[in-house]
């Protein structure tokens, strides 16, 4: 299973990005999908997470309200649509995906996906 993320960049503060993970090799409405982020210097981490079938979504309470989660699973991709962008959302954006990742909450831990894409960059200025 590969992951390829895209759709990182430069954007002033209040702008908007919508970021891509497409996702081969795998049966991807079988896998549950997250968003990662990591900051220069801080750990990585959890921005939101989707269910296998897109009905069930979580996100960190620094995004809630900003950033929405999606997914097509005809086109194997998944979305991370981010709005009122701050400087603080600045860093690299991975996306990972799970199969065995049954419940929603368990979204959340890094540690529990197997496969990963490589990051995007994501800039806001002030």
């Known amino acids: 299973v590969q992951l390829q993320a895209s759709g990182g960049g430069l954007v002033q503060a209040g702008g908007s990005l919508r970021l891509s993970c497409v996702v081969s090799?795998?049966?991807?409405?079988?896998?549950?999908v997250g968003w990662f982020r990591r900051a220069p210097g801080k750990e990585r981490e959890f921005v939101a997470g989707?269910?296998?079938?897109?009905?069930?979504?979580k996100y960190a309470n620094s995004v809630k309200g900003r950033f929405t989660i999606s997914r097509d699973n005809g086109r194997k991709t998944a979305y991370l649509q981010m709005n009122s962008l701050e400087p603080e959302d600045t860093a690299d954006y991975y996306c990972?995906?799970?199969?065995?990742?049954?419940?929603?909450?368990?979204?959340?831990?890094?540690?529990?996906?197997?496969?990963w894409g490589q990051g995007t960059q994501v800039t806001v200025s002030s």
């Open positions: 090799g795998g049966t991807f409405s079988r896998y549950a």
């Open positions: 990972a995906a799970e199969p065995t990742i049954l419940t929603v909450p368990a979204v959340t831990y890094p540690d529990v996906y197997h496969y």
């Open positions: 989707i269910s296998r079938s897109g009905g069930d979504r």
